[in-house]
Nanobody, 122 residues
């Protein structure tokens, strides 16, 4: 079992930056692929980015490519999402997730955090 707690969300103006963090506790963090998803009311959870167990491989959604960067620190048991050049359409609740493979389908992840809200004003 892995417990995930996100932080770092907030209100930011378009063009600004935020860094989200997801702290993990429980079973060995470095054994899990990690991902970020986001969701807005009435819509399905949307893939944002994923990173493999070592941190050596990442994959981003086209919508965030070149603006968001996923990273992890296996000593601090934390995964990050650095978001820059934010747009109003990035407004959502952001969730981190843990699984065994780097996939873009939310059904491929076993553990989820409670989410952190990001609002981008125009």
């Amino acid at each position: 079992q892995v417990q995930l707690v996100e932080s770092g969300g907030g209100l930011v103006q378009a063009g600004g930056s935020l860094r989200l963090s997801c702290a993990a506790s429980g079973r060995t963090f470095s054994g899990y692929a990690m991902a970020w998803f986001r969701q807005t009311p009435g819509k399905e959870r949307e893939f944002v980015a994923t990173i493999n167990q070592s941190g050596g491989s990442t994959f981003d959604a086209d919508s965030v490519k070149g603006r968001f960067t996923i990273s992890r620190d296996n000593v601090k048991n934390t995964v990050y999402l650095q978001m820059s050049k934010l747009k109003p359409e990035d407004t959502a609740i952001y969730y981190c997730a843990a699984g065994f493979r780097c996939v873009s389908d939310y059904r491929g992840y076993n553990y989820w955090g409670q989410g952190t809200e990001v609002t981008v004003s125009s």
